[in-house]
């Protein structure tokens, strides 16, 4: 079955910068690939989609990602975040049934 | 939250009682899921649901029975809860109209504590 890995479980920033969540998935087939963030006490929400087309997807917040899949990986990247982006993180993989894992979550934290 | 009704949101349950969680739709998408959110594990597939009467296990099934007699609704049932299945669980729906491979869209969660 299809997994995904979130290499960083912390990401401090200070408010303004660039940040990078990392995102590397394993599977045989073709995938879809899916940003979600989740504040607190809440569901989740989707930031950014990969279905297939642009291998950059640009999504909701400013957020956008890439999708390589030669290095099987889906970054997330904003380049100047705010306090309100403190918040957790999570990539998701999918195939064909519809079956979506997701990977144990980046919390990031943004400082003022 | 896309028409996704957890109910309840909260519940604390002792060990070896039944408990059943519910997840109400009102968008008439196809598939609907269950996962558990753990520290350090994100979110984990349970059961998930491709029609009618129509389920399969998803990762950690062990303990967890699924139903769905209804489009609209998922029922979540533990049969005999364990402290290990205290977690918050969430239900999510995807494939409006059939489609596949579409995000999916997630209720609000409920808490659950098996004391």
């Known amino acids: 079955a299809q997994s995904v890995t979130q290499l960083d479980s912390q990401v401090p920033v200070f408010e303004e910068a660039p940040v990078e969540l990392r995102c590397n998935y394993s599977s045989s087939v073709s995938v879809y690939l899916f940003w979600y963030v989740q504040y607190p006490n809440q569901g989740l929400q989707l930031l950014l989609k990969?279905?297939?087309?642009?291998?950059l997807v640009k999504g909701i917040n400013g957020f956008e990602a890439e999708f390589n899949k030669s290095q099987t990986s889906f970054h997330l990247r904003k380049p100047s975040v705010h306090i309100s982006d403190t918040a957790e993180y999570f990539c998701?993989?999918?195939?064909?049934?519809?079956?979506?894992?997701f990977g144990a979550g980046t919390r990031l934290t943004v400082k003022p | 939250d896309a028409g996704i009704t957890q109910s309840p949101r909260h519940k604390v349950t002792e060990t070896g009682t039944p408990v059943t969680l519910r997840c109400h739709q009102t968008?008439?998408?196809?598939?609907m899921y269950w996962y558990r959110q753990d520290p350090g594990h994100g979110l984990r597939l349970i059961h998930y649901?491709?029609?009618?009467?129509?389920?399969d296990k998803g990762e950690v099934s062990d303990g967890y029975s699924v139903s769905r007699s209804k489009t609209e609704d998922f029922l979540l049932t533990l049969e005999s809860a364990t402290s290990s299945q205290t977690s918050v669980y969430f239900c999510?729906?995807?494939?409006?109209?059939?489609?596949?491979?579409?995000?999916?869209?997630f209720g609000q969660g409920t808490r659950l504590t098996v004391v």
């Open positions: 968008e008439n998408h196809r598939y």
């Open positions: 998701a993989v999918s195939v064909g049934n519809n079956d979506m894992r």
């Open positions: 649901s491709y029609g009618v009467k129509d389920t």
């Open positions: 999510a729906i995807s494939g409006p109209r059939g489609a596949t491979n579409t995000e999916a869209f």
């Open positions: 990969y279905l297939s087309g642009s291998t």
